[in-house]
């Protein structure tokens, strides 16, 4: 069984930066994607950054140049670094890892694609 918590939301003003983490628990085996999505009240869940087992990563365009998705060698976390955030990035954000999806399928920021998820963790930003 896998288990993800994250941790380190919170809030900030406009143009500031804060890094939230995902921690991972069980064994994700050698071929996963682990994602962030967020939802914002009245709003439909998006994706937001996507690592898989590989290295390569995927991002939303509202968000490109901004975030960097990474995960530690251990496989343990795999923190979000979000920078120069905007009132539009407020919402709750969800960690998900995606272990069983066929070998044609390519998850990155599908969220159907995605088996396990985190409760979330809220990031607010405002002035």
């Known amino acids: 069984q896998v288990q993800l918590v994250e941790s380190g939301g919170g809030s900030v003003q406009p143009g500031g930066s804060l890094r939230i983490s995902c921690a991972v628990f069980g064994n994700i085996g050698s071929r996963y994607w682990l994602a962030w999505f967020r939802q914002a009240p009245g709003k439909e869940r998006e994706g937001v950054a996507a690592?898989?087992?590989?290295?390569?990563?995927s991002y939303a365009d509202s968000v490109k140049g901004r975030f960097t998705v990474s995960q530690d060698n251990a496989k343990s976390t795999f923190p979000l670094q979000m920078n120069s955030l905007k009132p539009d990035d407020t919402a709750m954000y969800y960690c998900?890892?995606?272990?069983?999806?066929?070998?044609?399928?390519?998850?990155?920021?599908?969220?159907?694609?995605?088996?396990?998820w985190g409760q979330g963790t809220q990031v607010t930003v405002s002035s």
């Open positions: 690592i898989n087992s590989g290295g390569s990563t």
């Open positions: 998900a890892a995606a272990l069983s999806y066929p070998y044609y399928v390519s998850p990155g920021l599908r969220g159907v694609h995605y088996d396990y």
